[in-house]
């Protein structure tokens, strides 16, 4: 089953109605529009209702504010009829200017068409535009003052569209595995272990030591243990084969007798001779005559004759091999399955991903993340886990891109997103991406396929992700 989480769809944040009054001005419709560089505003002014005397002025004054900062933009001046002879004749104390919108008010229209473009900087990110209205009487002294609000925000609040959380499959039985090699040294043609030969006192530990790991664990059930013996080329293809097989089984019993498993339970196969180690360490080496070496290692002779070609062909470096490369290709690879027990209760899985995040499934993660907000600091916590312990799960990945894109860390996001397959939450969450960079031109597409593949949050964004820049009177009503 899927959880789709509670979103916030693209908003906005300013006041407005059908029409503002600003004593005795009524704006009829605004907008505000950013394009590119550039901010453009148009507003409306209804002027049939301004009552100006006969030696006053009034002066409508568009302001972009953003805290203590404040751009009054061009002017719209009506002058009674004896304060317009009186500013003809004294310019320099007019409250407007020769760029500003002035009219006479027996000749002022009954609706002002207001537009104005200017350069978009920086600071007017989050600004608000402001209609001040100011009115003037003898010797130039304020008579009133008014101001409304067109638009507290600009641009409009980008919210986080809708995310999509898939909910991962459950797992009926949480089995994993374990697994490494040993390298224990044997007396030349023996097979019996001795541990304080060489190292191998510390390469049988690593057996034991990963055994004991999951065996001391209460939550755990070993249920099978594997070992793979290998031995080197050198000497005759029977004799390693003797070797592979009682080496094997001798570290079989070594085990059998630590741990009283049943019989039957450590099963064994061996190899006896380690070609496909021997080329992987040549095709990694700089050693001289590698090609050739290859393709006698490649070739379909018999295992004596080709390990006597390659002596014979390459003394030099069949030394070095026989040196460096041969006792890493004598050793026993052990795996280790084993069953976890489920977790139901959040209070416990919270417990379990603090001290061993690997035991959990991703279903667990996911039934502990419904217990928190989503977007809080515990529910980001839960994904960023999660995809830690699966990084190649393409639901942990799509779940863990949207915690990264509730963030606000688009890159990280993307490289989540890039392992989350090809299903369709996958192709709307790159379209949610590129919303929330504001590369619309690169989210249509995604979103539209979104859509016409089931997804119906997809319409919504793609509704009003254009609008962000753009604020006007029509959005409110």
């Known amino acids: 089953m899927r959880r789709v989480f509670a979103i916030l769809l693209m908003m906005t944040s300013f006041v407005c109605a059908r029409a503002q009054r600003v004593d005795g001005v009524v704006i009829e419709r605004y907008t505000m529009e950013r ?19 006969n030696r006053e002025v009034a002066v409508i004054t568009p302001t972009i504010v953003k805290g203590d900062e404040s751009v009054a933009l061009r002017s719209c001046g009506i002058y009674g009829r004896m304060r317009d002879i009186y500013y003809q004749r004294n310019e320099d104390l007019a409250p407007t200017t020769d760029a500003d919108m002035v009219y006479r008010k027996s000749r002022v229209p009954g609706v002002v068409d207001y537009s104005i473009t200017l350069p978009y900087t920086e600071w007017m990110e989050n600004s608000s535009l402001v209609v001040c209205h100011k009115g003037y009487g ?28 898939l909910r991962p499959e459950v797992e009926v039985v949480k089995t994993r595995s374990l697994q490494g090699s040993a390298y224990i040294d044997f007396r030349v043609s023996r097979t019996e272990i001795d541990p304080a030969y060489h190292n191998n006192s510390y390469e049988l530990k690593k057996i034991t030591g990963t055994i004991d790991s999951v065996k001391m664990d209460s939550d755990i059930t070993i249920r099978s243990l594997a070992i793979k013996g290998f031995a080197s080329p050198e000497s005759p293809y029977d004799n390693n084969t003797r070797l592979a ?60 004759n080709k390990e006597w070609f390659i002596k014979q062909s390459w003394p030099e470096e069949y030394r070095l091999l026989l040196r460096d490369c041969y006792p890493m290709l004598r050793r026993s690879d052990y795996l280790i399955e084993y069953d976890i027990r489920s977790y139901t209760q959040p209070e416990e899985i919270e417990q379990v991903m603090l001290t061993a995040p690997q035991k959990l499934s991703l279903e667990e993660f996911y039934l502990l993340a419904k217990t928190y907000e989503e977007g809080s600091e515990a529910f980001n916590e839960v ?38 397959g090809d299903g369709v939450e996958v192709i709307y969450a790159r379209g949610v991406l590129e919303v929330l960079r504001e ?39």
Request: aromatic residues 10%.
């Open 383 to 420: 994904w960023e886990t999660a995809i830690r312990m699966y990084p190649n799960d393409e639901v942990a990945n799509l779940n863990a891109a949207n915690t990264a894109m509730m963030k606000g860390d688009y890159e990280r996001a993307e490289r989540y997103l890039q392992r989350a």
């Open 35 to 53: 394009s590119g560089d550039s901010l453009h505003i148009d507003i409306r002014f209804n002027t049939s209702a301004l009552e100006v005397k």
């Open 138 to 165: 003898c010797c130039g002294s304020e008579v009133w003052s008014d101001a409304e609000t067109l638009v507290s925000q600009f641009p409009r609040v980008l919210y986080t569209p809708e995310l999509i959380y």
């Open 245 to 304: 097989k009682g080496r094997t089984e001798a570290l079989k019993l070594y085990v059998e007798n630590m741990y009283h498993f049943g019989e039957g339970f450590i099963a064994t196969s061996y190899e006896p001779e380690n070609w496909e180690g021997l080329k992987a360490y040549v095709e990694a080496s700089s050693i001289n005559h590698k090609a050739e070496i290859l393709e006698a290692i490649r070739s379909n002779r018999e295992p004596d």
């Open 439 to 477: 590369n619309f031109d690169a989210a249509r597409p995604l979103l539209e396929t979104a859509e016409k593949m089931g997804v119906q949050q997809a319409r919504d964004i793609l509704e009003n992700m254009g609008n962000r820049w753009r604020v006007t009177s029509e959005d409110n009503k």
